[in-house]
């Protein structure tokens, strides 16, 4: 069973960076396309941007994008999201997902909340 742990989020400033990190187990990462999703009180689930596996093919949103940076090694079954430029309305809990099947994202992380504030 695929098992994704992200880390790497806290307290920031505006205008400040962090760098996210989902490491995966229990499957083969190199076969998933990665997706990080936010989602904050009250709200659905967003999706921010997306990887394909071999890492050519991306997808952001419009609002993260030119700020946010996705990026994978799949040699260490890790996925990275480094943001910058951070703004109160990027504050949520963050999600790493893969795509098992090709079909939908299907496997999640726990969640790592990131706070924009100052």
């Known amino acids: 069973q695929v098992q994704l742990v992200e880390s790497g989020g806290g307290l920031v400033q505006p205008g400040g960076s962090l760098r996210l990190s989902c490491v995966c187990s229990g499957g083969t990462f190199s076969w998933y396309d990665v997706g990080w999703f936010r989602q904050t009180p009250g709200n659905k689930r967003e999706l921010v941007v997306t990887l394909n596996r071999n890492g050519d093919s991306t997808y952001y949103v419009a609002s993260v994008k030119g700020r946010f940076t996705i990026s994978r090694d799949n040699a260490k079954n890790t996925a990275y999201l480094q943001m910058n430029s951070l703004e109160p309305d990027d504050t949520a809990v963050y999600y790493c997902?893969?795509?098992?099947?090709?079909?939908?994202?299907?496997?999640w992380g726990q969640g790592t909340q990131v706070t924009v504030s100052s």
């Open positions: 997902a893969v795509d098992t099947y090709g079909l939908r994202y299907d496997s």
